[in-house]
Structure formats: C-alpha cells, structure tokens
C-alpha cells in the first residue's frame, strides 16, 4: 500500500478519537401520585358490564349484539355506549359493523 494512504487512514482514524459525540440523557421521572393513580384508580369503568346489563332493560336481541361487540373485540368504552344508546337490536348491529369496519381499516393503516 502507497504510505500516503496509511498517513491519510492513521489521521483520520485519530480526528475521529478526537471528535467523539456526546449525547444527553434525560430521565422522564413520573409524579409519585401518577403511579399511585396507575395502581388503584386504573379500571376506566367502575361498574362492572354485568351491573350495567342488569340495571338497563334490554331485550334478548340486544344483549346478543352487546355479546357479538364483545366477541369483535369492540373496546370497553365502545361496549359501554353501545349498551347506554337505547337503540334496537338491528340498529346496534350496524353500528357494530361501522365499529369493526373502522377498527379494521384503523389496524391497516398502522400497518
């Protein structure tokens, strides 16, 4: 190998020890409360499904779609409308339809 090429690699091979980078790094440190919060307070809904499914007045059709939304994998905000919305068991089907649909279309664009 020319030596003008070894000198040329062995001063830039020491620029480079030179020039190290130096990088920060910050530590997201949580409120005491927050974990607190996560620990006891972390279910969205403090009644469980079955309260509210006793408590309204559905008719057979209805908690059938509450199971299917269920079943879909509907999210419990989602399942928790669905129950509180009055509508009939048809309507609520749709509206289970519209939710996977989006849900679906949601995971793909992820994708």
Do not use: W
């Amino acid at each position: 190998m020319p030596s003008d090429f070894i000198l040329a690699y062995q001063q830039v091979k020491e620029k480079r020890k030179a020039e190290q980078m130096q990088v920060e790094k910050t530590e997201n440190r949580e409120h005491p409360a927050g974990v607190f919060k996560r620990i006891f307070f972390s279910r969205k809904y403090n009644i469980s499904l079955v309260d509210r499914l006793t408590k309204k007045e559905l008719q057979v059709d209805q908690m059938k779609q509450i199971r299917r939304a269920i079943r879909v994998g509907l999210p419990d905000k989602q399942i928790n409308s669905l129950v509180n919305c009055n509508k009939d068991a048809d309507s609520m089907s749709t509206i289970i339809d519209i939710a996977v649909t989006l849900m679906e279309k949601n995971k793909e664009a992820k994708e």
